[in-house]
T-cell receptor, first 115, second 111 residues
Framework: DGGITQSPKYLFRKEGQNVTLSCEQN?????MYWYRQDPGQGLRLIYY???????QKGDIAEGYSVSREKKESFPLTVTSAQKNPTAFYLC??????????????FGPGTRLTVL | GQQVMQIPQYQHVQEGEDFTTYCNSS?????IQWYKQRPGGHPVFLIQ?????EVKKQKRLTFQFGEAKKNSSLHITATQTTDVGTYFC???????????FGAGTRLFVKA
């Protein structure tokens, strides 16, 4: 059963704690992405990775970090430096980052609430 | 930087009425994609347009890509309650690797 998974679905953390969100895909896609969505808002790109061991900052990378040590995994760490971390986080993947094969497949998302 | 503007932000329609959302880019696009996000769900890919002036149809949905490859539209004929959700356009810059999403148009359909 191919797809992209995110865990957990809901996550609660205390202010000042770092938290890591999981994203795994078995679609053999080269590119992976992290987005943040606030209530009633669009998708804002946090980080993206075109290939293993490579990643680039998106539009709102401050306070976040990522790694891409394996093709199928792209975890996102929300650090204590992120001033307003409560949001819905979406992970996505695509065959390529550019060109004709960049349609994105999204995971179910993780709703992070910082108390 | 590249911007993708989408209007309207919200649209309320009576079931059976038509609906259109518009997308405009500040730069020429390599392609444009459309996604649908149901309330509480995640975005799902609908279609990709690549060619200048391209028109594609999926049942009651019609997608257009402008001649200059800077704008696009999604038109739904005779809306149904199953059409509710937020529709996003997403543009890829020519030669680029980063897809920029519009803010989305949220569609409400009253039965």
């Amino acid at each position: 059963d191919g797809g992209i998974t995110q865990s957990p679905k809901y996550l609660f953390r205390k202010e000042g704690q770092n938290v890591t969100l999981s994203c795994e895909q078995n679609l053999n896609h080269d590119a992976m992405y992290w987005y943040r969505q606030d209530p009633g808002q669009g998708l804002r790109l946090i980080y993206y990775s075109q290939i293993v061991n490579d990643f680039q900052k998106g539009d709102i990378a401050e306070g976040y970090s990522v790694s891409r040590e394996k093709k199928e995994s792209f975890p996102l760490t929300v650090t204590s430096a992120q001033k307003n971390p409560t949001a819905f986080y979406l992970c996505a993947s695509s065959i390529r980052a550019g060109g004709s094969y960049n349609e994105q497949f999204f995971g179910p998302g993780t709703r992070l609430t910082v108390l | 930087g590249q911007q993708v503007m989408q209007i309207p932000q919200y649209q309320h329609v009576q079931e059976g009425e038509d609906f259109t959302t518009y997308c405009n880019s500040s730069t020429t696009l390599s392609n444009i994609q459309w996604y649908k996000q149901r309330p509480g769900g995640h975005p799902v890919f609908l279609i990709q347009l690549v060619k200048s002036g391209e028109v594609k149809k999926q049942k009651r949905l019609t997608f257009q890509f402008g001649e200059a490859k800077k704008n696009s539209s999604l038109h739904i004929t005779a809306t149904q309650t199953t059409d509710v959700g937020t529709y996003f356009c997403a543009g890829l810059n020519t030669g680029g690797f980063k897809t920029i999403f519009g803010a989305g148009t949220r569609l409400f359909v009253k039965a």
